[in-house]
Every structure is written in structure tokens, then in C-alpha cells.
């Protein structure tokens, strides 16, 4: 029988998008204050990390003009249990009522 597995998977959150009516590396966060104009995205991810206080990877979208932050969490993935036919005698309907 096999054995189940862990995997990593990813989640994006958005936490800001680019101010483009202001032009340049402009970035508003979508939590928190949303009305603050950031100038760098170094600022950005900054104000980010002080209101969340938690280490994550982030991926910039650029031709979007959107911020992520990467979520990780661990799946189990089991294994698919083997297949038994009632013809060969392994397997009775009977019996799963």
C-alpha cells in the first residue's frame, strides 16, 4: 500500500497595487490604510511587514501592477486505495451495505 505525501502549496495574496494615475513606483496596501501613497515598493512591503509582523516571500506582478505575498501551508495527499473487482471474488457489494 502506498503512503500518503506531503506537499507545499502555494497561495497568492494580494496586499498592494500600483498607484497608476500617480505614475512612477507608486504602491497602495488593499488592508489596513488603503489611502496611503507609498513612494517606493520597498515602502510598500515595509508598511506591510509593520502591520502584519510576519515573514513571507512576496512576487510582483509587473505587468499587472500588483504585490503578493506567497502563502505556503502543507497538503497530505493520499493515495488512491486499490481497486478490487467483485468478478475475481476480491470484493462484494453485499458486504458494503
Same mark, same amino acid.
Given at each position: 500500500?502506498?503512503?500518503?505525501?506531503?506537499?507545499? $502549496?502555494?497561495?497568492?495574496?494580494?496586499?498592494?497595487?500600483?498607484?497608476?494615475? #500617480?505614475?512612477?513606483? /507608486?504602491?497602495?496596501? @488593499? !488592508?489596513?490604510?488603503?489611502?496611503?501613497?507609498?513612494?517606493?515598493?520597498?515602502?510598500?512591503?515595509?508598511?506591510?511587514?509593520?502591520?502584519?509582523? $510576519?515573514?513571507?516571500?512576496?512576487?510582483?506582478?509587473?505587468?499587472?501592477?500588483? #504585490?503578493?505575498?506567497? /502563502?505556503?501551508?502543507? @497538503? !497530505?495527499?493520499?493515495?488512491?486505495?486499490?481497486?478490487?473487482?467483485?468478478?475475481?471474488?476480491?470484493?462484494?457489494?453485499?458486504?458494503?451495505?
Amino acid at each position: 500500500m502506498e503512503e500518503s505525501k506531503i506537499v507545499q $502549496e502555494e497561495h497568492l495574496e494580494l496586499i498592494a497595487n500600483r498607484a497608476k494615475d #500617480l505614475g512612477g513606483d /507608486r504602491w497602495r496596501l @488593499v !488592508e489596513g490604510d488603503t489611502l496611503t501613497v507609498h513612494q517606493t515598493l520597498t515602502d510598500a512591503l515595509e508598511a506591510w511587514f509593520q502591520m502584519k509582523g $510576519e515573514p513571507v516571500s512576496f512576487r510582483l506582478d509587473p505587468l499587472d501592477s500588483k #504585490l503578493y505575498a506567497i /502563502r505556503t501551508e502543507e @497538503v !497530505e495527499i493520499k493515495p488512491e486505495p486499490a481497486k478490487t473487482f467483485s468478478i475475481y471474488g476480491e470484493f462484494s457489494q453485499i458486504n458494503e451495505k
